[in-house]
Antibody
């Protein structure tokens, strides 16, 4: 059974940093692209970052580029999101998601339970 | 960036009623994915590649569309279908989600 378990969330002051982790199990982690998606309270979903299987390629939207860094440790089947210079608008539940890219149609097929990040003074 | 506009924003349907949710893309996309999110839970893959049902999705659900217009249809509404449904395009970067359609039961 595929499982994605996020951790590391919490309350942080504006301008500070936080690192999220996602522990993966039930599949060969190194074979899959992975991503982070967030959801602000009572709002919709927003893609935050994607990383390739080896970690050599990363992708970000303009809203977090230069502040957030996605990384992975395939030996530990773990995904990370380093968030720096946090802003109040980064307050959200952050989901770890597996990206299915085997074929012409790509989609996020499994999601974690999410971890809450609150940026406030 | 491709903007996805979902309609309606909110709707209520009676048990047994046919329901159609729409997703309009600002530029042509090759396919569309749909997610179901129930209150307090993580999103679940519901339909991928425009018309393929994810594992465990009841066959009263279907997906269709092409180019800039896509839809999710429920042939006969059931109470367990109450949720917010999001469309997602991964045809081009950045990936973008629609703002969601909240589906309620009458």
């Amino acid at each position: 059974e595929v499982q994605l378990v996020e951790s590391g969330g919490g309350l942080v002051q504006p301008g500070r940093s936080l690192k999220l982790s996602c522990a993966a199990s039930g599949f060969t982690f190194s074979n899959y692209y992975m991503a982070w998606v967030r959801q602000a309270p009572k709002k919709g979903l927003e893609w935050v970052a994607t990383i390739s299987t080896s970690g050599s390629r990363t992708y970000y939207p303009d809203s977090v580029k230069g502040r957030f860094t996605i990384s992975r440790d395939n030996a530990k089947s773990s995904l990370y999101l380093q968030m720096n210079s946090l802003k109040s608008e980064d307050t959200a539940t952050y989901y770890c998601a597996r990206l299915h890219t085997m074929g012409p149609r790509h989609y996020f097929d499994y999601w974690g339970q999410g971890v809450m990040v609150t940026v406030s003074s | 960036e491709i903007v996805l506009t979902q309609s309606p924003t909110t709707m209520a349907a009676s048990p047994g009623e046919k329901v159609t949710l729409n997703c309009l893309a600002s530029s042509s996309v090759s396919y569309m994915n749909w997610y179901q999110q129930k209150s307090g839970a993580s999103p679940k893959l519901w339909i991928y590649g425009t018309s393929n049902l994810a594992s465990g999705v009841p066959n009263r659900f279907s997906g269709s569309g092409s180019g800039t217009s896509y839809s999710l249809t429920i042939s006969s509404m059931e109470a367990e279908d109450v949720a917010t449904y999001y469309c997602l395009q991964l045809s081009s970067y950045p990936p973008t989600f629609g703002s969601g359609t909240k589906l309620e039961i009458k």
